[in-house]
């Protein structure tokens, strides 16, 4: 299912993150790729740089939108004046799809800038599932909401991570933003099998997919975005392609940030999975 009502129909082939230490190479070099995600938040400003870079990049390319603190999850509602400034950025994108995250993160309007856990209760997943619908409804464009990796579990949890999601998007009717490095780093910390996880997602909703490098520590390892993709990262993408089919795919690489070259060819590696004998994916090469 290469475009489905998730991502606006949209087969959009492999893209990768919009960042500042590659503005000036894109700009000047024009390079071919599929399309850009961008942080909603660094553009949610009334003017500036950053809203002038923009402008140039959407005058070539498509820009998705990311998200990073919408925080369904939070027991406070969602902040309006948030989402009307995300939903100028909206308009001003054209984004076909938004994404953010299935994660709380503030606590009576103190945000912590963090993609905190959730217990996997079904109170906690009916109240996550309205807001979600509440964004949609007032921002008037797909939302997809992404696994996030965890460090920690809760013991009031009445289901397994992936029940959780499954429970979220069917009630909010909404689409999946598959995080495959995310799943196999909490796979990875607290012991169960990646592929689990995956096989038990409802394949159908997935709008779109992260892959990214982490880092390994002795007890833990972490979502860190500063290293290429692992093996076992590209065996479980591999799997979500051959449920999913061709579906767009964004590298993140958020820390000691290469190349854009580097960046690109690594993004590109996506395309070696996607079946040759598919005609309508929308690759970029």
């Known amino acids: 299912m290469p475009a489905n009502r998730f991502n606006g129909f949209k087969n959009l082939g492999v893209g990768i993150g919009l960042r500042v230490p590659h503005y000036n190479h894109i700009l000047e070099k024009k390079p071919v790729v599929g399309w850009f995600e961008i942080i909603s938040e660094n553009y949610m400003i009334d003017g500036g740089r950053p809203l002038h870079i923009l402008d140039q990049i959407l005058d070539q390319y498509q820009v998705i939108q990311h998200g990073v603190s919408m ?85 009031v949890s009445e289901m397994t991570e992936w029940e959780f999601l499954n429970e979220v998007v069917e009630k909010a009717d909404c689409g999946i933003l598959l995080d495959v490095n995310n799943i196999y780093v909490s796979s990875q910390n607290h012991n169960f099998d990646p592929f689990t996880y995956l096989e038990s997602v409802p394949i159908e909703r997935v709008a779109q997919i992260h892959i990214a490098g982490h880092s390994k520590y002795e007890k833990y390892i972490l979502d860190t975005h500063d290293h290429p993709v692992i093996d076992p990262v590209w065996k479980l993408y591999a799997r979500a392609i051959e ?43």
């Open 243 to 285: 449920l999913a089919g061709p579906t767009p795919t964004l590298l993140e690489w958020d820390d000691h940030i290469p190349s854009f070259d580097e960046v690109h060819a690594e993004a590109l590696k996506a395309n070696g999975f996607v079946p040759s004998n598919v005609p309508e994916m929308a690759v970029a090469k």
């Open 71 to 155: 925080y369904f999850g939070s027991a406070e509602p969602l902040n309006r004046e948030h989402l009307k400034k995300l939903k100028a950025l909206v308009r001003r994108t054209k984004t076909p799809w938004l994404s953010d995250h299935l994660c709380w993160g503030s606590v009576d309007g103190t945000y912590s800038h963090d993609l905190l856990p959730m217990p996997y209760t079904f109170e906690a997943a009916r109240v996550t599932a309205e807001k979600i619908k509440e964004a949609r409804d007032f921002l008037e464009v797909p939302i997809a909401v992404e696994n996030v990796s965890s460090y920690a579990e809760f013991h």
